[in-house]
Structure formats: C-alpha cells, structure tokens
C-alpha cells in the first residue's frame, strides 16, 4: 500500500460527528473508526491517502431491529441511495489528494460543518429533534425509550 502510495476509504455515518440517543453501542463505533482513520493518516499518510465518507442513513437489514424496537432512525437521519454513498467513494478514490472528510450530500457537508465548528449548536438541533419525535409519539410504543420520553414529558409538562 505504501509502496504503491495507495488509498484507505473508511465508511462512516454522519453519527461520527452528531451522535444520537438510543443508539450509542452503533453510534460509539462511528468515531472511533474515524479516530482510527486519523491514527491511519498520522501514520502513513505522507504515502497513503486516508479519507472517511458520511453518510447519513443508508438503507441495510442493520436498521430492521432498531426499526422493530420502535427506534427508527426515520425523522432523526435522512435516508441515502446507496449510490450516493458508492459515488462519494469514487469521487475520492482517484482525487490527486485525498480528501480527509467526504460528505455524500450537500445536506451532509452543512452537518459535518456545523458538528466540526459549532458542536454546541449541532447538539441543540439533535435535541430538538428527538423532542419533536417524542411530542409526536413516534418513541411511544418503544420501552428502550420509555425513561427519555418520561423525562422529556415531566420537563415539558
């Protein structure tokens, strides 16, 4: 790889950067493969282009459980075409300097933008829209969700 000053693409999840609740064993993997990318580029990069894709939400048996539990990431994660995903790949696969960070929308470049320089405001928006899923009953009927929606509920009245 080094010899051949290759490429390492590792596909991550918008999660890396706005992490959401109820989902924290996927969501914990997220940044330490982008750690692990930037351990990578510390270590080889001078040789080796290291980039990470973004995606938001690609549709995969992965999501089937936490949809079944009532914990759909619907109305939280947009869902991506897996072609946008694979399309974000080979734009950064043949660039004559690989690209550190690749979002597959322009939706997801403002969120990677806004988790990197403004985390405290990207915070604010994941709570604010896990509580309008929870005003809306969509984490009702989901009892992984039970204490978050009571506590929400008890703080709103």
Do not use: C, N, Q, W
């Amino acid at each position: 790889m080094v010899a051949a000053r290759g490429r390492v693409i590792f596909v991550a999840s918008r999660m890396a950067v706005l992490p959401l609740p109820l989902a924290a064993a996927y969501g914990v993997s997220k940044p330490a493969l982008v750690a692990y990318a930037d351990a990578l580029r510390h270590e080889v990069g001078t040789h080796v282009g290291v980039s990470v894709v973004y995606p938001s939400m690609v549709a995969s048996p992965i999501h089937d459980s936490t949809a079944e539990a009532g914990l759909s990431l619907g109305g939280v994660s947009r869902l991506e075409p897996v072609d946008g995903v694979v399309a974000a790949i080979l734009r950064a696969a043949p660039a004559r300097r690989a690209p550190r960070d690749v979002a597959t929308t322009t939706r997801g470049r403002l969120e990677l933008a806004l988790a990197r320089h403004a985390p405290a405001l990207a915070d604010r928006m994941v709570r604010r829209t896990v509580a309008g899923r929870i005003a809306a009953g969509d984490l009702d009927g989901a009892p992984l969700a039970a204490g978050m929606v009571r506590r929400h509920r008890d703080a709103t009245g």
